[in-house]
């Protein structure tokens, strides 16, 4: 069966240390991978997306790759800060039309 | 600015009641979507629409429909609410296909009693 998975375990990092977050999936061959982010009671806002032919995607502080052979994307964010806390949801689209959403991982930067 | 809304931020409905969930957007997107969002569950899709009129199942259309009369309107309908259905549901819109972002509203905590 089809799955997305994504750090079980909540992640506590130091502020300033870069955050290293994972998104697993199987049964997939997604052409496009996106991140989001969730803050409590709200909706989840979209981050960076990374096609299926690109190793690397960076955008200020954060850092997607993409890896099709392992069927693996890591999200970094560097620098990390206290506002950086959130969870984080990854996203596969495969058909062209919707998207699959891991369950997310939740993310504390401590100051 | 973009914006994608919801008809409520918070809903309390007994069991069997009929609810609707009310979703806009204004940004003249083509593909709207319904999710439900559960601990430990993530975001399931529950139906999306690629055009006026048009309408597909998600990955948990049971005891839910929709409906899509205008484009930037796109409503989710409980039949008979249940307990099961009490969740946090979130409507999200696309320009138009996978490689775009999707844009989400807040979001309507619904309480089934």
């Known amino acids: 069966s089809q799955k997305i998975e994504q750090n079980s375990e909540a992640l506590n990092i130091q502020e300033g240390k870069t955050a290293t977050l994972t998104c697993n999936y199987t049964n997939y061959s997604p052409a496009y991978l996106q991140w989001y982010r969730q803050d409590p009671g709200r909706g989840p806002v979209f981050l960076l997306l990374?096609?299926?032919?690109?190793k690397e995607k960076r955008k200020e502080r954060l850092k997607v790759t993409f890896d099709t052979t392992l069927k693996q994307s890591l999200f970094h964010i560097t620098a990390s800060q206290p506002a950086d806390s959130a969870t984080y949801l990854c996203?596969?689209?495969?058909?062209?039309?919707?998207?699959?959403f891991g369950t997310g991982t939740s993310l504390t930067v401590i100051p | 600015d973009v914006k994608v809304t919801q008809s409520s931020r918070y809903l309390v409905k007994r069991t069997g009641e009929k609810v609707f969930l009310e979703c806009v957007q204004d940004m003249d997107h083509e593909n709207m979507f319904w999710y439900r969002q559960d601990p430990g569950l993530g975001l399931r899709l529950i139906y999306f629409?690629?055009?006026?009129?048009?309408?597909e199942k998600g990955d948990i259309p049971e005891g839910y429909s929709v409906s899509r009369e205008k484009k930037e309107r796109f409503s989710l309908i409980l039949e008979s609410a249940s307990t099961n259905q009490t969740s946090m549901y979130l409507c999200?819109?696309?320009?138009?296909?996978?490689?775009?972002?999707?844009?989400f509203g807040p979001g309507t905590r619904l309480t089934v009693l």
């Open positions: 629409s690629y055009d006026v009129k048009m309408k």
């Open positions: 999200a819109s696309t320009l138009a296909g996978g490689k775009d972002e999707q844009f």
């Open positions: 990374i096609r299926e032919n690109e």
């Open positions: 996203a596969l689209d495969e058909d062209g039309n919707q998207f699959y």
